[in-house]
């Protein structure tokens, strides 16, 4: 079964300083990654994915991710951190389709909340 | 261009009530999901359509949860009856095709309380 991981459930950081949340999953085969952010009482807002080719990934709103395929990690960056981006960020997976047994489904992680701090 | 809308955007209700929810997706999108979010946890797929036909329904609670999109375009999820345990955020996404790359765009949910 195909999992993610997001070790941290907050991450607090000063505004201006670079941000990173933490990703790792578990996929039988290769995988397709995505990031979303969560703002209060409003659903998912697609940051980026990753599907093949570039392991760097640049998104919306100044984010980027670096897929690295033999830490099975997918961490997401910002270089300078606004306090707009306080919101909670998940990380998701699903398995390329030649692996049948992985189904279609967009698995989630548990969320890491951000608080960026003035 | 629109986004999902989703209506209500809160309900509460006692248990062994039922309530149901609507969505519509983005105009065009051919592939429909609802998600359940409990408070602290990621979203779970309960319900995949294509176009109006059901491509996986493995983790509805089918005992007391029902989906359909009959046009397919609109859909609505049902839940009769409402346990405690239902208590989440009730997510809508679409997305243009059913594809493994698509990306699903979500609606902004439905917080059911259940008392």
Known sequence: AQSVAQPEDQVNVAEGNPLTVKCTYSVSGNPYLFW??????????????????????????????????????????????LVSDSALYFCAVRAQPRIK???????????????VKP | EAGVAQSPRYKIIEKRQSVAFWCNPISGHATLYWYQQILGQGPKLLIQFQNNGVVDDSQ????????????GVDSTLKI??????????YLCASSLGGGFTDTQYFGPGTRLTVL
């Open chain 1, 101 to 115: 047994a992985a189904g279609n489904k967009l698995t989630f992680g548990g969320g890491t909340r951000v608080l």
């Open chain 2, 60 to 71: 509805l609670p089918k005992d007391r949860f029902s989906a359909e999109r009959l046009k």
């Open chain 2, 80 to 89: 009769q009856p409402a346990k405690l345990e239902d208590s989440a955020v």
């Open chain 1, 36 to 81: 979303y952010v969560q703002y209060p009482n409003r659903g998912l807002q697609f940051l980026l994915k990753y599907i093949t080719g570039d392991n760097l990934v640049k998104g919306s709103y100044g984010f980027e991710a670096e897929f690295n395929k033999s830490q099975t990690s997918f961490h997401l960056k910002k270089p300078s951190a």
